[in-house]
Each structure stands twice: as C-alpha cells, then as structure tokens.
C-alpha cells in the first residue's frame, strides 16, 4: 500500500511538474524596456532592449566568453526573440528576463516581437521603431555611465567625479545607423559615425543647455561590442557639479533624472 501510493504521488509530481514546464512564455508589450536604463519605448534600429516576463526560458544564459564568431548568438538556452519575422541578436536570457538588440537593419514603425522557448511561442507584441531613440546607461544611483579619459578611463562616480575641461566617454544605446552599418548582430570592430553626426544630428545637454557640437568630435560604434554607442565630448570649463545629462537626437531625448558626477569647481 505505501509502495503504491508513492507512485501515485510520485505520478502527479510529474504531471504537475509537466505542466508548469509546458507553459508558454508570458510578457506585454509595457515589459519591453531599454536595457540600459528600463526607460519604455520607443526604440531604434540596433537598441538593446529587455524583456521582462514569466517562463520566458527555462535556466539563465549568457555571451560565452571565448565567442570568435564575431556575432551575438541568435538562439540561447533554446530560446530565441522573433522581431519583425526575424530571429533577433541576444545577450542574456533567463525565466523572467531576456536581453535582445533589435535587428541593425529594420525602419521606423511598428513591428512584431514575440518569444519562442523549445519551439513554444509566446504572444505576438508590438513595438514601436524610430530612426533614433536615445538612452543612457545608468547606475542606481542615477548617474550616467562615463569614462574619464584625463583619469586614465576610469568611470565617473560621486565619489571620484570628473573635472570642468575634461575628456569624457559617454555609453548609450538607441542612436540608430552608422557608417559603417554592421550586419544584424556583427560586433563592429572599427569605429563608425552615427548618420547625420557632422550635420548635428545629435545634441548633448547639461542642464537642459546643448554643448557646443565642436567640442564633441565623435559620436558612434564602440568597437569591440554590439550595440553600444559612445559619444566623446568636452566637458565645458564652466560646468557645474552634477549637471542632468540629456541625449537629443530625432526629435527624442533621453531619460531626464540622470546625472553626470563633475566635482564642484576650484576656485
């Protein structure tokens, strides 16, 4: 009698245990975000996005570190991000969330997105595309993610800022297409201009005032990763401590609770 009713618990555990793993994976167009600061869409042509949601894999995988294919995977853990009928370049998944770059090659408008886990696909969303949508990289305590070149490259935080005057490189995602464009999820290893950059087709604020276009002379590919654009400016010798820092570009601008940590001038 024991033996038996074991294999009859023994039976429903598995059955339950079935179930939960035949779940489809759940999300909603509003748990698609920016991966690099969780601002909501729009979004660009070559933006890393994440996707937030239940069952959307079964285990967490990522980028295998000796990759020489010179690509992001397209499929991870089985797992795979259709946008706009095309499997999607992918950095991370895992049950509840999944980091994807929209495809370098699609245009503004509203286009599909959906999961498919082991051949078991989630709902069909949409998304909206613009030509550019720009979004920082942010720490938890809202300042935005900069390299002090006068600093040995080191980043810029409240505790170690950067100075009036100095070089900084600035990381974002969203800038749209370049020249060179890479193909859809190659990581680029030269540089490549941002479209439109000599004509101002981005602007940088510090505290809702654009910096002078002259004193940033690149905005663009950062070789050597997919997806990620850095723009390479002056600070002015006028800068005060902690400004907000703001991207514009096609008619769109980035998040507006981000700082850039810049140390009180010296008098």
């Known amino acids: ?14 059955i339950s245990s079935g179930s939960v793993m035949a779940q489809a994976p759940s999300y909603t167009a509003s748990n698609v975000v920016n991966a690099s600061d969780y601002s909501p869409g729009p979004f660009a042509p070559g933006s890393l996005i ?8 079964f285990g967490a995988a990522g980028l295998n ?7 992001l995977p397209f499929t991870l853990a089985n797992v795979t991000v259709v946008i706009d009928n ?15 770059m929209v495809p370098s090659n699609e245009i503004a408008g509203n286009i599909s ?3 498919v886990r082991q051949g078991l696909q989630g709902p069909k969303i949409t ?6 949508a720009p979004a920082l990289f942010v720490s938890s305590d809202h300042y935005a993610l900069a390299q002090d070149a006068n600093a040995s490259f080191a980043v810029a935080t409240g505790d170690a800022p950067a100075q009036p005057g100095d070089l900084m490189v ?14 859809i999820g190659q990581i680029p290893q030269t540089a490549g201009l941002i479209n439109g950059f000599a004509s101002g087709a981005i602007q940088l604020l510090l505290n809702g005032v654009a910096i002078d276009s002259k004193t940033m002379p690149y905005a663009g590919l950062t070789p050597g ?27 769109l601008l980035s998040a507006d609770n981000v700082m850039l940590p810049v140390a009180q001038q010296q008098q």
Request: glycine share 12%; proline share 7%.
């Open 65 to 71: 570190g000796d990759n020489t294919s010179g690509k």
């Open 127 to 132: 998304i909206t595309l613009a030509t550019a």
């Open 113 to 115: 997105l959906q999961v």
């Open 50 to 57: 994440a996707i937030f949601g239940t069952n959307l894999a």
């Open 225 to 251: 990763f997919a997806g990620l654009y850095q723009i390479n400016f002056f600070l002015p010798g006028s800068c005060g401590p902690n400004p907000t820092i703001r991207l514009a570009m096609g008619g």
């Open 86 to 100: 095309v499997a999607a370049p992918l950095l991370y998944v895992s049950p509840t969330q999944i980091n994807a």
């Open 1 to 14: 009698m024991k033996l038996s009713m074991f294999r009859v618990v023994f039976a429903l555990s598995l």
């Open 170 to 183: 600035l990381y974002a995602t969203g800038l749209g297409g370049t020249q060179p464009l890479p193909g």
